[in-house]
């Protein structure tokens, strides 16, 4: 669980670094406890508190949609995730934004 919860700060943290936070964002999350912490409709665990509320003051700036998907669709996440894993976390990952933007799809 806290994992997800630091997934999703690393993304949101993602945005401002690269001063996306112009954009609407539709973020997709396969932990419905997530999704309903997010949006305040319930407790999350208390190991997760302090992402919490860090998630919730990025998103508080953010236009955004938060909402839960089922694990079948989310499975280019669960591959990234994987793959994160398997090599050990680096700046590949971000690499893929500057891609998008240099081809004019985020700018």
């Known amino acids: 669980m806290v994992a997800e919860y630091k997934a999703l700060l ?10 996306l936070f112009g954009y ?4 997709e999350c396969d932990s419905l406890v997530l999704v309903n912490s997010g949006m ?13 509320r860090q998630i919730r003051c ?12 089922y694990r079948e669709a989310n499975s280019v996440a669960d591959r990234l995730a994987a793959q994160a894993v398997m090599s050990g976390w680096s700046s590949n990952f971000t690499r893929g934004f500057d891609c998008l933007v240099r081809l004019g799809l985020l700018c």
């Open 40 to 52: 305040g409709a319930c407790d999350c665990p208390w190991t997760c508190l302090g992402y919490l």
């Open 24 to 27: 609407s964002f539709v973020i």
């Open 58 to 69: 990025l998103l508080k700036q953010l236009q955004h949609r938060l909402v839960h998907v």
């Open 10 to 19: 690393d993304g949101l943290q993602l945005i401002f670094a690269y001063g």
